[in-house]
């Protein structure tokens, strides 16, 4: 359920001195695997061909899920650069990032571009923490996956902040 309510997760490797690094990416679920894209002359690309052990981290929070709901899945990276994954890929992601056929559409158009590739990330091991689970436990109650927390972010913007939306300011979604 948390791979449907989740758009985000952080992707990890290790550059070649070793140190770790992550970026947040959109990704689809599919064939229980984590699949991404991005532009091939990243970084991530050469070093996840060089040392496809990787990672991928997804949290439940902002979702309708709550706050306190996270796995962890130690993976081996493949990179393709094949028509007949981002032709499967693509849509995947455009449905789960717009809404409606116009902004699936151009979505589409801004993404299928010369130099991307798509990344799939399968799982070897899991770290998995469910704060919803532990709570049902803690108060002797049967666990309900219905049961969420709201979110504890208590971060609230400074006084006189105004989000201004794309949309708001006619430049399209």
Known sequence: MLYAAQTECVVN????DGWPVGVMHRFVWHEERFWITCAVERKRVAALRARPQSSVVVSSEGTWLGGDVTTT????????????????FYPRLAERQRQGDAGIAEFLRRIDTPGRVVIELDPVSWITYDGNRLEASLRGM??????????????????????RW???AGLGD
Do not use: F, Q, S, V
Request: glycine residues 2%; charged residues 35%; negative net charge.
């Open 142 to 163: 049967e666990y309900d996956p219905a049961m969420a927390k709201p979110t504890r972010n208590p971060a609230r913007p400074p006084d006189g902040w105004i989000t």
């Open 73 to 88: 899945a130690k993976t081996l990276a493949t990179i393709h650069d094949d028509r007949e994954t981002k032709d499967w």
């Open 166 to 168: 794309w949309t708001d």
């Open 13 to 16: 490797w290790t550059t070649r």
